[in-house]
């Protein structure tokens, strides 16, 4: 090898002849020169591949005319290998090699391992994230609807990410409207049943997508990095809710949704409303709205109140008034000549209905503006009632729209055990011989366990 030569010349010969090492001297000194390599990348075929019980895993690469022995230490196995290793497997190991002094053999610490071909189509992916992102495929943000008459779900019916999600929506809304599409999600052809499923759900009438998947390797959420898969996702006229994989797994797809959620757990969490905080915040409503009423009620009667109180003052004013002209013509007459007296009486006279006009039209006056006034006020009373009293109506309709008794009056039913209550939802849940009850829209049925399938009858099992 040239590393060898290398070493050799490294030190300039004796006078007498070339440099004599000592064997530890030597060991070092090719250590130091297989260190100064870096981590390296090796191809190769896998042979001898076996676990220590101590968690270490041991194997070779080989090629037509080598080979390299191969360490992964226990405390790296899970990040280094996330994939299927087996005996044969062409792949790419990184990694920095290492020697091992006392046998005099050199190996390659391994970090991570890939299927070789993978770095290609990791480069191909960076080239295509890069071309989205200058086209602006990353930018596109839709608000999710705070009340959607139903949730589209995109998911493999076999994998744990429907489950996840189902018992999401039975604990903040049980029976939530949801249209499931069932897809593979890893494998051949798996893009292209994703992209398929997207555009059924699209196309019924849902007002969100949820594009779901569990954690797996990098090969395994592939098919949420390719063409078909992004470009549904970018045709869709609702927003998409991507949760693929676990929070550090990162793909195209999560990119290119409208929102990116961590998990499919997650993902229902963003989507399905939380019944309870939503029945709690239409009863604060409605008190809200009873002491508006009440207040603009109470408001309206103290105004009726007080026009009242001046309608007397006015009644009471032109009495006083009439009072004092009859006092003041009866000392007139007692005190003044005749002819004065006459003439001051004639005075009062006229004056008299001139005030009595005067006060009568004033009370006349303030009477046709509480007339004019009172239907407005009772008018404006009503409307406000009758607006509060219709957006109630309207939201005890939209309650009633997505209530599970209404799920139950087309056609659906609910069993649950007999024993404790708890709701049915898989047939592994029952053994034979169990009592269990079926709830309909009207009336209920008790029956005994014959038989438990954990699939539906004639069900397969998906990929």
Request: hydrophobic share 45%; charged share 25%; aromatic share 4%.
């Amino acid at each position: 090898m040239n590393l060898w030569n290398e070493a050799w010349d490294a030190t300039p010969p004796a006078a007498g002849g070339p440099r004599t090492w000592k064997v530890s001297e030597l060991t070092r000194e090719i250590r130091a020169r297989l260190d100064a390599l870096g981590r390296v990348q090796v191809e190769g075929e896998v042979v001898e591949l076996k676990t220590a019980a101590s968690g270490h895993v041991y194997f070779a690469l080989r090629d037509l005319d080598a080979r390299l022995s191969c360490t992964i230490w226990k405390s790296a196995v899970a990040a280094a290998i996330r994939f299927d290793l087996k005996e044969g497997a062409q792949v790419v190991a990184h990694g920095k090699l290492d020697v091992y002094p006392p046998r005099g053999t050199y190996s390659l610490n391994v970090s991570r391992l890939e299927p070789a071909g993978l770095g290609t189509k990791l480069a191909q992916l960076e080239e295509l994230k890069r071309r989205l992102a200058e086209q602006g495929w990353f930018e596109r943000h839709r608000p999710l609807p705070d009340l959607p008459r139903v949730i589209g779900l995109v998911t493999s019916r076999s994998g744990a990410a429907l489950q996840d999600f189902l018992r999401t929506r039975s604990a903040r809304w049980p029976l939530y409207p949801l249209r499931f599409a069932h897809t593979s999600v890893q494998g051949p052809g798996a893009a292209a049943e994703i992209a398929a499923a997207i555009e059924r759900l699209d196309a019924s009438g849902v007002d969100v997508i949820c594009v779901v998947r569990g954690g797996g390797s990098l090969e395994d959420l592939w098919a949420f990095n390719e063409l078909p898969v992004l470009e549904a996702l970018r045709r869709a006229s609702v927003p998409v809710v991507s949760g693929v994989g676990h929070e550090t797994d990162t793909t195209l797809a999560d990119l290119v949704a409208d929102v990116r959620a961590h998990t499919p757990t997650d993902a229902a969490q963003r989507t399905i409303p939380e019944r309870a905080r939503l029945v709690e915040a239409l009863e604060r409503a409605k008190g809200h709205l009873a002491r508006a009423v009440d207040s603009v009620l109470e408001a309206r009667e103290r105004r009726l109140e007080r026009a009242g109180r001046i309608h007397a003052l006015a009644r009471g004013a032109l009495h006083a008034a009439g009072a004092r002209a009859e006092r003041a013509a009866n000392r007139l007459g007692a005190q003044a000549p005749g002819a004065r007296l006459a003439r001051l009486v004639a005075q009062v006279e006229r004056a008299g209905p001139r005030l009595a006009a005067a006060a009568r039209a004033a009370l006349e006056s303030r009477e046709r503006r509480l007339v004019r006034a009172a239907p407005r006020l009772a008018l404006a009373g009503a409307r406000a009632l009758e607006s509060r009293a219709q957006r109630t109506a309207l939201a005890a309709r939209a309650l009633h729209a997505v209530s599970p008794f209404r799920v139950l009056e087309r056609g659906y039913s609910i069993t649950r055990k007999a024993t404790s209550g708890a709701a049915v939802r898989s047939g592994a849940e029952l053994v034979p011989g169990e009592a269990i009850e079926t709830l309909f829209a009207a009336g209920s049925a008790l029956s005994r366990v014959e038989a438990s399938l954990a699939r539906r009858p004639g069900e397969t099992q998906d990929r």
